[in-house]
Each structure stands twice: as structure tokens, then as C-alpha cells.
Antibody, heavy 121, light 109 residues
């Protein structure tokens, strides 16, 4: 069974940093692109970032460009999201999702349950 | 980045048919936008339904279908069941990034 498990969320002060992790199992991670998607409380889905199978292509939403960095370690079956200069607007449930292709763009199929990030003083 | 627009809410009777649409501020939606559709129920993670316009995942019920309709992506539910009540999100690949629509709250009444 394909599975994604996010971790690393928590409470962080404005201006702070946090690193999210996504552990993949049940499939070969380096066959697929991966994404991070977030959902603020009571709001809709917002795509955050995507990374190709070999890390050659990384894409970001305008709202996080320059502050967030996506990365992956295929040998450890993991994907990461390094977040910095956090503000209250970044408060959300962060989902990890698997693309159906080697490069971002064609869509996602498998989703994790998410990890919660709260930015507050 | 383009803005993707969906109907905020729709209501359908059990057994009925309903079509949800997904429009882009950048122009007509085409297969090159790789339209995807997701279902989300309260307290749950999104579940993928349709990818690249009209392709179903192995778990997608047959009553769900995707298409392009009048310059928009469309999700049609035929023979709606009470369990189909949920929020539905479309997603497009536009300008080199993924963009979600605001979601359609589907009520089965």
C-alpha cells in the first residue's frame, strides 16, 4: 500500500523556521515527482511546491518563493520542506502528495494525512 | 499565476446528475493544463478522483467522469449518492505551477 506520513509540524514564532518531512512507503520514490500542499484553517487547498524525481526541477507558489525550499532524499524515501521567515499566513495543515509522473504537473494521486504548522507569538 | 474559479456551492438530489466546472483566468482550459479533480470530506485528507482531464484512478467510482466543456474542465457525477456530499477541488498546471480552484461544496439533498 502506498503511504505518505508527514512530520515536523508545530508551533513557531513569526520570523522563525521549521523543517517538514514526508516519509514514503509502498512505492519507489525516485520514480515520481512530489509536492507539498497546504490548507489554512477553514480554507481551501493551496499548492506550495513540487520537485521532480531527480531534484533537477523545483517549483514554488509565489506566496512562498524565496522563503521555502523543497528537497528530497530518494535513498531515504523522504521529501522535505524547509520553511523560513514564517508568518501567520503560513499557518496551515501541510500535506505531502505524490505526483503521477517524474516531473511536476500532471497531478497527484497519493496524499498523506498532513502535519500542522502554527505560526504565532 | 492564473486564478482558477469553481462554483462555490451546488446542490443535487440523490440519484441525480451534477456537473462541476473549473475555469482559468488565463483563458480556455485545455488538456495541456492537465486538469485534476479531488474530493475532500471534513476532517479528511483530499482524495484524488480524476487526472489529466478524464482519467480515473483505480479507486475512482464509475459515476465520476471528467471532461472539457466550453473552455472549462468539468467533473460530472451521475447517480449521485449521499456519500458524495463533500468539497471538490480542481487543479490546473498553468504558467509552470500547479493552481487549485477555490473548491465547490456539493450538497446532496
Amino acid at each position: 500500500e502506498m503511504q505518505l506520513v508527514e512530520s515536523g509540524g508545530g508551533l513557531v514564532q513569526p520570523g522563525g523556521s521549521l523543517r517538514l518531512s514526508c516519509a514514503a512507503s509502498g512505492f519507489t520514490l525516485d520514480d515520481f515527482a512530489m509536492h507539498w500542499v497546504r490548507q489554512a484553517p477553514g480554507k481551501g487547498l493551496e499548492w506550495v511546491s513540487g520537485i521532480s524525481w531527480n531534484s533537477a526541477n523545483k517549483i514554488y507558489a509565489d506566496s512562498v518563493k524565496g522563503r521555502f525550499t523543497i528537497s528530497r532524499d530518494n535513498a531515504k524515501n523522504s521529501v522535505f520542506l524547509q520553511m523560513s521567515s514564517l508568518s501567520a499566513e503560513d499557518t496551515a495543515l501541510y500535506y505531502c502528495s505524490k505526483d503521477i509522473y517524474v516531473s511536476p504537473g500532471r497531478g497527484m494521486d497519493v496524499w498523506g494525512r498532513g502535519t500542522t504548522v502554527t505560526v504565532s507569538s | 499565476q492564473a486564478v482558477v474559479t469553481q462554483e462555490p456551492s451546488l446542490t443535487v438530489s440523490p440519484g441525480g446528475t451534477v456537473t462541476l466546472t473549473c475555469a482559468s483566468s488565463a483563458g480556455a482550459v485545455t488538456s495541456g493544463h492537465y486538469p485534476n479533480w479531488f474530493q475532500q470530506k471534513p476532517g479528511q485528507a483530499p482524495r484524488a478522483l480524476i487526472y489529466t482531464t478524464s482519467n480515473k484512478h483505480s479507486w475512482t467510482p464509475a459515476r465520476f467522469s471528467g471532461s472539457l466543456l466550453g473552455g472549462k474542465a468539468a467533473l460530472t457525477l451521475s447517480g449521485v449518492l449521499p456519500e458524495d456530499e463533500a468539497e471538490y477541488y480542481c487543479m490546473l498546471f498553468s504558467g509552470g505551477v500547479q493552481v487549485f480552484g477555490g473548491g465547490t461544496k456539493l450538497t446532496v439533498l
